[in-house]
């Protein structure tokens, strides 16, 4: 099993980004992949999920309204698209995958997930 993200950088507040997660070594539809990230000196948090199987997705309260995930099937990879970026948004974003048909409590949290990428540093500026 092989996550890698890519697309992070640094960008001023109001920019965009596109983050990637490219995915391998098990069955793409099968899996529930998410975003999470981390800041200097805080815990790790979920940022957002998708549901391959069913195409369901979740989104953090923090970023709703400004960043949307997606995925491509024919890629195996998932997308975030970050808009309207600000420096509070500045951190490591992993992606993460988890086997989509068990049956989750939590499809946002850490301990769903079996399989990390290394992360890619996004960092906003003001």
């Known amino acids: 099993v092989q996550l890698v993200e890519s697309g992070g950088g640094l960008v001023q507040a109001g920019e965009s980004l596109r983050l990637s997660c490219a995915a391998s070594?098990?069955?793409?539809?099968?899996?529930?992949i998410g975003w999470f990230r981390q800041a200097p000196g805080k815990e790790r948090e979920g940022v957002s999920c998708i549901r391959n199987s069913d195409g369901s997705t979740y989104l953090a309260d923090s970023v709703k309204g400004r960043f949307t995930i997606s995925s491509d099937y024919a890629k195996n990879t998932v997308y975030l698209q970050m808009n309207s970026l600000k420096p509070e948004d500045t951190a490591v974003y992993y992606c993460?995958?988890?086997?989509?048909?068990?049956?989750?409590?939590?499809?946002?949290?850490?301990?769903?997930?079996?399989?990390w990428g290394q992360g890619t540093q996004v960092t906003v500026s003001s």
């Open positions: 993460a995958a988890y086997d989509g048909r068990r049956l989750s409590n939590d499809p946002m949290a850490l301990y769903e997930y079996d399989y």
């Open positions: 070594g098990f069955t793409f539809d099968d899996y529930a």
